[in-house]
Nanobody, 122 residues
Framework: QVQLVESGGGLVQPGGSLRLSCAAS????????MGWYRQAPGKERDLVAS???????NYADSVKGRFTISRDNAKNTVYLQMNSLKPEDTAVYYC????????????????WGQGDQVTVSS
């Protein structure tokens, strides 16, 4: 089994910063993709940012220039540095990982973190 544990969310004023962390543990051979999704009340769950094991990153247009995703592959951990936060960034943020669990199997499996509330409000 693979578990993703998130931390770092909370309440912040507009213009402030937060850093989310997500650590994967369990039976892991490699993690091809790690990323962050978010879901605001009444909205769909949307991709915020993702990073491949090779270093390729992607960002939603709404966060480009403000958010930065990074990975520590040795620790199976992904981070999301969120700067210049806006009220519209308020959402539950979910960590995501695409995992190859065994060297002998090329099957990739998807895992989700528990979600972490980020609230941007004055």
């Amino acid at each position: 089994q693979v578990q993703l544990v998130e931390s770092g969310g909370g309440l912040v004023q507009p213009g402030g910063s937060l850093r989310l962390s997500c650590a994967a543990s369990g039976s892991i051979f490699s993690i091809r993709v790690m990323g962050w999704y978010r879901q605001a009340p009444g909205k769909e769950r949307d991709l915020v940012a993702s990073a491949t094991s090779g270093g390729t990153t992607n960002y939603a247009d709404s966060v480009k220039g403000r958010f930065t995703i990074s990975r520590d592959n040795a620790k199976n951990t992904v981070y999301l540095q969120m700067n210049s936060l806006k009220p519209e960034d308020t959402a539950v943020y979910y960590c995501y990982a695409e995992v190859q669990r065994r060297q002998t199997s090329i099957i990739l499996m998807n895992y989700w973190g528990q979600g972490d509330q980020v609230t941007v409000s004055s």
